[in-house]
């Protein structure tokens, strides 16, 4: 480069963007070499460890949770704490790419509510506040699922790679629905994706995303359905209500990028005015977790206008705070969503319901969405101002002419709802067969 420079080329010039694009050719292509022999080497210690732990009696299992709303695998251990050949206890670790609260009040969260949930003898901590310490587990187990696919949210002891590298099987399940956006392609790009034992997907799509995306094409993917929906099946339905029940979503991507899809600096007045004089319509105000934080910085509302606002709406008579992790219930119990949640596109379909999406005017459906996601979106009632929020709420949830409906669950049916309500259970039996003895 410095003989570039030297011939008095200047910084933009063809050589020497010539020159950038093939340094940057030449390091993907060491890193990609550097990735398959990596799983080559992972699946051949794997496929060992697995006849060792063939032969014990019991295999314990680390359910890895850092947040409380993912949710997709606990319908799986509590199929595994109801086999004596498994032993799987959760254990919490902290996001610690955030902020201080944000680790604090998510832990406690996702700690206290499984804990509530499964017993405080199957939740194990991952981090001591007093001592300000993290436990490192990996020597304690013999199989490990993730929520969580980002090494770098997490602690060394909880990163994939860490557990990967102490020769323990991971296999992953996601903590949304996937093939829908740009980031199930980030995510399929991941490094750690490749190195995961057995990798659940939910649709064949996701397959063919991958074999495009992801370096060892799929390799690792089982077609299994999407385990965090199979719960709504046992839900039953609500007996006919004198009120309608609508869930209020707004995501946390407010940031400008180009699989940003959040609106809410566009519509959250919209909002409020709407939960405000729908008198006779409850709503639950169920934002992403993340959203709080993202609004509270400096560079967007600050943490004063942010709390004000979200007073301001929970103060409301006919409006719920919604923040608990499992969400299979609420949706159950509801009659319409508005949102603009990436995995709500796909997830709510389960319910045969009616959904408005929110959205952002510099949103391009082309570059933010697959073909699969604009489907998804496409069975929705579309949201631009206040008047379509009226229009959906009146005509739509209080009428009940839902134009769209036939067309929603056949979709729902043929492309989102794969081995629905049997997906855990196509899990559950590939780990049981595997480690039979």
Same mark, same amino acid.
């Given at each position: 480069?410095?003989?570039?420079? @030297? ?55 680390? *359910?890895?949770?850092?947040? $409380? ?23 919490? +670790? ?20 499984? $804990? ?59 903590? *949304? ?118 609004? $509270? ?20 008579? +006919? ?48 570059? $933010? ?8 979106? @496409? ?55 595997? *480690?039979?003895?």
């Amino acid at each position: 480069m410095s003989s570039l420079r @030297g011939l008095g080329f200047s910084k933009d010039s063809f050589l020497r963007v010539k020159w950038r694009r093939l340094r940057q050719k030449k390091k993907e292509i060491l890193l990609i070499t550097k990735i398959r022999l990596r799983y080559y080497w992972i699946t051949r210690k794997t496929t060992i460890k697995i006849k060792q732990l063939q032969s014990k009696d019991t295999i314990k299992v680390a *359910f890895l949770q850092m947040y $409380a709303g993912e949710c997709q695998n606990h319908i799986l251990f509590e199929k595994l704490l109801g086999d004596q050949c498994f032993e799987p206890y959760f254990i919490i +670790n902290p996001d610690i790419s955030r902020s201080d609260e944000n680790f604090r009040v998510q832990y406690e969260r996702a700690y206290n509510e499984i $804990a509530l949930k499964y017993g405080k003898e199957r939740v194990l901590h991952g981090y001591d506040f007093v001592s300000q310490t993290f436990y490192d587990y990996v020597d304690r187990f013999d199989l490990m699922t993730t929520a969580n696919p980002y090494d770098s949210m997490a602690h060394q002891f909880f990163k994939i790679k860490y557990w990967v590298k102490k020769s323990i099987p991971v296999f992953y399940i996601s903590y *949304f629905y996937m093939g829908r956006c740009i980031v199930t392609i980030d995510n399929l790009k991941l490094e750690t994706s490749n190195y995961f034992w057995k990798f659940f997907v939910e649709n064949q799509g996701v397959i063919a995303l991958a074999k495009k995306c992801q370096v060892i094409k799929g390799k690792n993917m089982i077609l299994s359905g999407y385990p965090k929906m199979d719960s709504l099946a046992s839900i039953p339905s609500c007996p006919q209500k004198k009120r309608k029940l609508i869930i209020i979503a707004p995501h946390h991507s407010i940031y400008e990028a180009q699989s940003a899809i959040g609106s809410f600096l566009q519509y959250y007045d919209i909002l409020w005015q709407c939960m405000q004089t729908h008198h006779d319509i409850d709503f639950v105000f169920r934002p992403h977790p993340l959203l709080y934080q993202q609004l $509270a910085r400096d560079d967007f509302w600050g943490e004063q206008k942010t709390k004000e606002y979200y007073d301001k709406v929970c103060a409301l008579n +006919n409006v719920t705070y919604s923040t608990q992790g499992d969400y299979t219930e609420l949706f159950a119990q509801s009659d319409g969503l508005i949102h603009d949640c990436g995995s709500f596109m796909a997830e709510y379909l389960y319910t045969g319901k009616p959904c408005a999406f929110l959205y952002r005017d510099t949103l391009n459906p082309q570059e $933010a969405w697959t073909e699969f996601g604009r489907k998804c979106v @496409g069975v929705h009632y579309p949201i631009h101002k206040s008047d379509d929020i009226d229009w959906f709420i009146q005509n739509v949830i209080i009428s009940g002419n839902d134009s769209k409906k036939a067309q929603r669950e056949s979709f729902a049916q043929n492309e989102v709802m794969i081995n629905y309500p049997h997906a855990t259970q196509t899990i559950y039996e590939l780990l049981k067969q595997t *480690f039979s003895k």
